[in-house]
T-cell receptor, first 112, second 114 residues
Framework: KQEVTQIPAALSVPEGENLVLNCSFT??????LQWFRQDPGKGLTSLLL?????REQTSGRLNASLDKSSGRSTLYIAASQPGDSATYLC???????????FGGGTRLMVKP | DAGITQSPRHKVTETGTPVTLRCHQT?????MYWYRQDPGHGLRLIHY???????DKGEVSDGYSVSRSKTEDFLLTLESATSSQTSVYFC?????????????FGPGTRLTVT
């Protein structure tokens, strides 16, 4: 059974700092990995999707990397802003019906 | 934003009553999913559908049933609600064509069973 872990569970940084969020998974036979953002009381917003054949994806200040062999993904946020404060979730698709297994999330606070 | 709506957005119901949550999409995507989100458990898949009348169980399907009679609608039913089903329920969709496997989520339904 696939298990997904995100460390740390919470992170507080000053505005402008570059930061890395970590995601690890136990079964390397994945189809893709998706990073989401969730604001309090809201739904999930898709940030980036990395297919198993890719090593990284970029969108604006966000860069996600994938190392299947080690079971790890990172989400790099450059020049953090208070508006980046949210919970970030990673989810792994192991290919069976495109069902996602989610990590517990990292709650990020960026202080002005 | 992906065209996904969920109704109702909030509901309070009593133990033992039936409850139906609706997910509606305007994207004509083939796959639809129901997840629940709980503190300490994260998001977990309840049921999913891979086409009209085609559904399958997820990780936490006990106590739930689903139906999909049209591409755009996916219904989640709690036949007899219990307090353990108090949660936030999210619907998601994906297309799975041409490598576009991204899942898009609805705004959620907060259900309280008293």
């Amino acid at each position: 059974k696939q298990e997904v872990t995100q460390i740390p569970a919470a992170l507080s940084v000053p505005e402008g700092e570059n930061l890395v969020l970590n995601c690890s998974f136990t079964d390397s036979a994945i189809y893709n990995l998706q990073w989401f953002r969730q604001d309090p009381g809201k739904g999930l917003t898709s940030l980036l999707l990395i297919q198993s054949s890719q090593r990284e994806q970029t969108s604006g200040r966000l860069n996600a990397s994938l190392d299947k062999s080690s079971g790890r993904s990172t989400l790099y946020i450059a020049a953090s802003q208070p508006g980046d404060s949210a919970t970030y979730l990673c989810a792994v698709d192991s290919g069976a019906g495109n069902m996602l297994t989610f990590g517990g999330g990292t709650r990020l606070m960026v202080k002005p | 934003d992906a065209g996904i709506t969920q109704s109702p957005r909030h509901k309070v119901t009593e133990t033992g009553t039936p409850v139906t949550l609706r997910c509606h999409q305007t994207e004509n995507h083939r796959y639809m999913y129901w997840y629940r989100q709980d503190p300490g458990h994260g998001l977990r898949l309840i049921h999913y559908s891979y086409g009209v009348k085609d559904t399958d169980k997820g990780e936490v399907s006990d106590g739930y049933s689903v139906s999909r009679s049209k591409t755009e609608d996916f219904l989640l039913t709690l036949e007899s609600a219990t307090s353990s089903q108090t949660s936030v329920y999210f619907c998601a969709i994906s297309d799975q064509t041409g490598g576009l496997d991204e899942q898009y989520f609805g705004p959620g339904t907060r259900l309280t069973v008293t």
